[in-house]
């Protein structure tokens, strides 16, 4: 009886030093959480405004448009940069990223850049899929603004090279604190709709410089802020979805302890009225 007792308090001893661990993982997830939404909202209002005038620049470029706006006559396949995290204990971040990019990748034209640790383990180990490179796989928001700038100028030439059809950036949007869900967002070739404006049909915009100078000249720039906006988006998510795992395991740490009291109560009671039941045989056998 004494034995079960001790396995029991060893088991509370042990639940409740792994909950004031994920306690405290939720607090470190909930700053950083709050820390990157206000980044996020930050650069939502500039990369919104970079892609309004990106947009006005395509709608105003007349005749044969930019090549930028079109996919390469020969090329076959795409590029796919996926942002997964470098650390775990984020629930189903990284996994429903994989479900997700496993529904449409052809491993047969398709070719795989790896963004996050995780990424890396999970897509080079093994048989793995053939066509995954490393080519961004140091891209994240520790990085100087003039890193990733240089990645977007990479990506830029990639597409120039009429190597692939498109390239896109495969990461996760950010709803709410409770909901993020994978999705897809091209960056080349651009496809930003702008509707005209009502006003401007009789009398456009004047472009200065002329609107395809004008896309070559910002290019980079665009491509640059969204790359730089889904890594921070990415991020956001992140720290939303380990926040979550980290308060249900509190939770699962709670119920845990609550089943293991009353299993210590439990035997405890039976092993005190063990005792007395003893002493009392003992004291009617004299």
Known sequence: MASGLTKTKRRITSVQSTKKITKAMEMVATVKLRRFKDGFERGTLYINELRHALGEAFLRDEGTRSHYATSPEKARGSLYLLITSNLGLCAGYNANLYAYLDS?????????ALIGEKGKAHYLRGEGIRSAIEDFAGLDLSMEPKD???????????FNSG????????????VNS??????TRVLLPVDIQIEEEPSEAYCPPLFEPAPRVMIHEILGQYLGGELYALLQESQL???????????NANDNADELLAKLTVEFNKARQAAITQEITEVI??????
């Open 237 to 247: 998510s992140e720290q939303a979805s380990r926040r979550t795992a980290m308060e």
């Open 178 to 183: 409770l909901r993020f869900e994978p999705s």
């Open 104 to 112: 449409f990748f052809n491993s047969e034209i398709d070719t795989l």
């Open 163 to 174: 190597k692939y059809e498109k390239i896109a950036v495969i990461y996760t949007r950010y």
């Open 281 to 286: 045989n003992g004291a009617n056998a004299q």
């Open 148 to 158: 990733i700038f240089a990645a977007a100028r990479k990506i830029r030439d990639e």
